[in-house]
């Protein structure tokens, strides 16, 4: 990935990510070890899946597509409303590097995305445990 390069263009674009997000949400629907994050979400997952592809794809470098349908983001005061501990942190990164290396996606971009995840998923946390 080059300098100028966006993680989105590097991840694939619009197609990519929203395989990205398929595969995350097929997995945290499917896999045991992700229990505690599928129970923050309702039952049908069609919504979850939307909000994160449009927001990712923003938050990667590409088109703003949650902000032109809902707004700043807001991610922390949005999810409030769910206990996220550390358990919970750690399942949904698990779960989200679980998806990038099962599409293939380039490890050192699979890396950087990694640790760009954990910044962010690290301050959504709203409780200790």
Not at 13 to 27: K, Q
Not at 38 to 54: C, E, I, T
Not at 69 to 88: K, T, V
């Amino acid at each position: 990935m080059s300098d100028a390069q966006s993680a989105f263009e590097a991840l694939g674009g619009e197609s990519t990510a929203r395989e990205l997000v398929d595969r995350f949400y097929d997995l945290m629907d499917l896999e045991p070890a992700y229990s505690d994050i599928r129970a923050l979400h309702p039952p049908d997952l069609d919504s979850s899946r939307d909000k994160l592809f449009w927001f990712l794809c923003g938050w990667l470098g590409g088109p703003a597509h949650y902000i032109e349908r809902f707004g700043h983001p807001r991610l922390r005061a949005r999810h409030l409303p769910f206990a996220i501990g550390i358990r919970e942190r750690d399942q949904w990164l698990s779960c989200m590097r679980q998806a990038m290396q099962e599409l293939g996606i380039d490890a050192a971009l699979t890396e950087r995305l990694a640790e760009a995840f954990h910044g962010t998923a690290d301050w959504m946390r709203n409780r200790s445990g």
